[in-house]
């Protein structure tokens, strides 16, 4: 803190900001000057802290997950459709067996990504007492992970999450879109973000092509500030404005995971209603060119790269078609 | 005119000695020579938004500084407590600013030793 407090920018608020620090002044710059930092602090802490540490961890011991008889969740696995899709699309396997880790997913197909009213997040806080040993967090995908529900008790949550309009199954596919909050609320923004995300959403669910496309990674900005992290998108959406309209810059093949990569731009930018059949161009190729269904998006664009792709966004006889 | 602002409220000027000005972007490595002064030093903020001097006063009392250490400029009364836990031992305020926060917003936070984070964790 200190170092930043004296190296960071003051004459340009929107500059006041520690990546820009950092960019403009080189991380080793940096990295010193934090370092000389902790090592003229580091003397004034006696070692208490280690003991509030040890505190701290004891409150976030492991809850207690006894194995439960799963019966209820293979009579609702066999009978209920629904049941099957979130199951599927929202539940990853606990490490602790007969559990699972659930996403509840805040991206209802056209509502704004990534809220919930009120009565839905009492709702939740109440769902997290009753299923998931009362935790509950929020992920940098604007979702909310229930972390410990176990699978008896899986059909009774989705039931309950269905009624308060939480039992979206769509984490992960094209409609679980990150998207800053863009020219609706942000005062630096140069280009809307939350529309494009619910048209998006709508749009491909209304084609049927949602579950096809299968894992997908779609994150728009509304701004330079990258606050939704579209250069990491497997598709990245960048808002711009270009003579007062907004325009989307395309980035494809970010990867925010372990084999973490910045997304290629494509070229030059769309308006903002051509950005959905822009980015349908794209998907259709990928569609068009995988090899199998199980080859995801980012798989086949690491396999071929960004040319099939860009020659499908800005082919002109495509665009007029679409 | 400005005001004083210490523990116990309000105060008209009371230094008659030397002072040393200091400002918001003096490189720390300076503040090596003048640490040894006599001098109060008085800290420029230029506004409420710019906390460098919180800095610059840490520093000050690491390197031995044992006189008086003044902040000088707009900072509002919530910030008391903050400039006091740096090592400032008082506040200059624009008259301005103790018209619009007038003193007992200031002797609110006079309690800045408690409930410090940094402190607990230092010990
Ligand atoms: S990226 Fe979005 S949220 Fe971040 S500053 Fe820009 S418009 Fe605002």
Known sequence: MAA???????????KARLKI?????????????????????RAAFSGVDQALLAEIEAAFAPPALPLRDAGAYHAAWAADADFRAFATQNVVAHKVPGYGIV????????????????????????????????????????????????????????RALAAAGLGTANAGLISDI??????????LATARSIPV????????????????????????????????????????????DRAGVENYQITLGGDATERAAIGEKTGPGFAYDEIVPAIERILRAYL?????????FIETFRRLGAAPFKAALYDEGARDAA | MSVIVRDDGFHAEDWAGPVVEIAADTAPDVLVAVAQSGALLRVGFANFGDGRGFTLARRLRAQGFAGRLRAAGPLVADQYAMARRSGFDEVEIPDAIAVRQPEPQWIARANWRENTYQQRLRG
């Open chain 1, 197 to 240: 995300a619910q048209e998006l959403a709508t749009h491909f669910k209304a084609l049927g092509l949602e579950q096809e496309i299968g894992q997908i990674k779609i994150k728009i900005s509304g701004c330079i500030n990258a606050c939704g992290h579209h250069h990491v998108g497997h598709i990245g959406i960048l808002g711009l």
């Open chain 1, 21 to 41: 620090t950092v960019f403009e002044g080189g991380l080793e710059a940096f990295r010193d000057a934090v370092e000389a930092e902790f090592a003229r602090t």
């Open chain 1, 178 to 187: 990150i998207a800053c909050p863009g020219m609706d609320y942000c005062a």
């Open chain 1, 288 to 296: 068009a060119l995988r090899q199998a269904p199980e080859e995801t």
């Open chain 1, 4 to 14: 930043y407090n004296l190296a960071g920018r003051r004459d340009n608020k929107y």
């Open chain 1, 103 to 158: 996403t509840v997913s805040l991206k209802a197909h056209g509502a704004t990504p990534g809220d919930a009213t009120a009565a839905q997040m009492r709702k939740l806080a109440d769902l997290a007492d009753a299923y998931s040993a009362g935790e509950l967090r929020i992920s940098h995908e604007q979702n909310v992970i229930l972390p410990h529900v176990a699978l008896a008790d899986l059909p009774a949550l989705h």
